[in-house]
């Protein structure tokens, strides 16, 4: 379970060092965590069946009960007796033997305690995923408003050394006009690309606690791809430790336990029984007095309400059990998409790298032959338009990479973030 402590302490150390620099992968983490509505819901939820738990396991264990009363009685002509009485009575009730009912109760209780604690790392890693999601989601935002100012500024100065030609007389005023027309369009798409970026920041503060118009900034640590995981191993390592899995593996236990108590109830309830009373009506023959025994319960006849239970319950276990099996094929799906999608990112990074030198030699050779007389701005838009997009090309193909590394490491059931250590993936 989480400590407060140390979610406060973690807030605090991280609010204090975020203030001087962009935020990092693991610090946008351990702040979601900390202030995740999802992650205190499933504390939470943990938390109530723990106490069912313990409410269960009360009711195996003996009871001790005790009453007094204080009685009045009117002239009776034939009795002497004392016309005020007083009375106690203390109980004791051992549970002795009820043919495995109670046992098997507790041990359905404490089977949904632990899916409910299982569920507490289910929580996490989404969380973590949403993070994911929201961090690379801002980056490529950045770099989509960075490649846009760059281009504006280039061709600004290509607007500025037009109007220079166009002064001395080498060139057309429509040559002037091409620069302005791109340059007013280009400023359109830097006003999109700046409103994307500052919804990228709302969703990620959202999701980490801070005000959602906090000029939240990421640090950008992932310009490198590693290798390809290996999708088998990690398929079968998913099948065998998957939290959702393992949570519904504790739930079908759980049925399969809760069936059983159910039936225990058509066999006798055996206790154990001693009663210590004590009175000062002297009419009675004794003032004070103990007694014990053994008592058996058996219900004869509750109009099948048990019977019609014992079917529900066994419904409910095949349904948990296709369930599970549902689970098991979404998550190969999910992985095997989520696969594919990482390969054929990997296989444009190279490729959209080699489309970026190549523009912008294009453009530099344009520029060139523009500032010679020998091609037009026509030209030199269309280049820096290549250009332009061979960027955007790249930063697409590279955080979809690692957006889709991220969704086969949530689709597996791995935590993305341990303390401070980023998943390698290998």
């Known amino acids: 379970m989480q400590s407060y402590l140390i979610k406060l302490t973690c807030i605090f150390y991280l609010i204090i060092t975020s203030a001087y620099g962009a935020l990092s992968l693991n610090a946008c983490y351990d702040l979601a965590i900390a202030n995740s509505d999802t992650m205190s819901l499933a504390d939470?939820?943990?938390?109530?069946?723990?106490?069912?738990?313990?409410?269960?396991?009360?009711?195996?264990?003996?009871?001790?009960?005790?009453?007094?009363?204080?009685?009045?009685?009117?002239?009776?002509?034939?009795?002497?007796?004392?016309?005020?009485?007083?009375?106690?009575?203390?109980?004791?009730?051992v549970p002795l033997f009820n043919f495995g009912g109670q046992k098997n109760l507790i041990n359905?209780?404490?089977?949904?305690?632990?899916?409910?604690?299982?569920?507490?790392?289910?929580?996490?890693l989404e969380v973590l995923h949403s993070t994911n999601m929201a961090y690379f989601l801002l980056l490529e935002a950045q770099k989509i408003v960075q490649v846009l100012q760059d281009s504006a500024q280039t061709l600004n100065n290509q607007q500025r050394i037009t109007k220079d030609f166009?002064?001395?007389?080498?060139?057309?005023?429509?040559?002037?006009?091409?620069v302005e027309v791109e340059l007013e369009l280009l400023q359109q798409d830097l006003v999109q690309a700046q409103n994307n970026r500052s919804l990228a920041v709302a969703k990620?503060?959202?999701?980490?606690?801070?005000?959602?118009?906090?000029?939240?900034?990421?640090?950008?640590?992932?310009?490198?791809?590693?290798?390809?995981?290996?999708?088998?191993q990690l398929l079968c390592q998913a099948l065998s430790n998957h939290p959702i899995l393992k949570s519904l593996q504790a739930q079908i236990e759980?049925?399969?336990?809760?069936?059983k108590a159910e039936k225990g109830k058509l066999y006798p309830n055996i206790y154990g029984y001693s009663n210590y009373s004590t009175t000062d009506d002297y009419a009675l023959p004794y003032t004070h007095g103990l007694d014990a025994g053994i008592g058996l319960q058996m219900s004869i006849y509750d109009g099948g309400t048990t019977w019609a239970k014992l079917k529900r319950l066994k419904k409910e276990t095949c349904e948990l059990e296709q369930q599970y099996q549902a689970e098991e094929k979404n998550i190969e799906?999910?992985?095997?998409?989520?696969?594919f999608n990482m390969e054929n990112a990997s296989t444009k990074i190279p490729i959209t790298l080699k489309e970026i030198e190549l523009a912008e030699k294009n453009l530099k050779m344009t520029e060139d032959h523009f500032s010679e007389g020998l091609v037009t701005n026509d030209d030199v838009v269309l280049n820096e338009e290549k250009?332009?997009?061979?960027?955007?090309?790249?930063?697409?193909?590279?955080?979809?990479?690692?957006?889709?590394?991220?969704?086969?490491?949530?689709?597996?059931?791995?935590?993305?973030?341990?303390?401070?250590?980023?998943?390698?993936g290998q």
């Not at 959202?206 to 906090?214: E, V």
């Not at 955007?392 to 401070?420: P, T």
């Open 44 to 93: 939470i939820r943990a938390l109530i069946e723990e106490d069912r738990t313990r409410e269960v396991w009360g009711m195996a264990l003996p009871q001790l009960s005790a009453s007094a009363d204080f009685l009045t009685r009117g002239d009776v002509k034939d009795i002497h007796h004392h016309k005020h009485t007083k009375n106690a009575r203390v109980s004791l009730i």
């Open 108 to 124: 359905a209780q404490e089977k949904r305690e632990e899916s409910a604690f299982i569920n507490i790392e289910s929580a996490r």
């Open 166 to 178: 166009v002064e001395q007389g080498l060139l057309h005023e429509n040559e002037t006009m091409i």
């Open 204 to 232: 990620l503060n959202h999701l980490i606690g801070y005000s959602l118009d906090y000029p939240t900034t990421v640090e950008d640590i992932f310009e490198e791809t590693g290798p390809l995981i290996n999708i088998d």
């Open 254 to 259: 759980a049925s399969q336990y809760a069936h």
């Open 333 to 339: 799906l999910k992985m095997r998409t989520a696969f």
């Open 387 to 424: 250009l332009m997009k061979s960027r955007f090309n790249y930063f697409q193909a590279l955080y979809q990479y690692h957006k889709a590394k991220a969704d086969l490491i949530y689709a597996a059931g791995i935590n993305l973030y341990k303390r401070g250590c980023k998943y390698d």
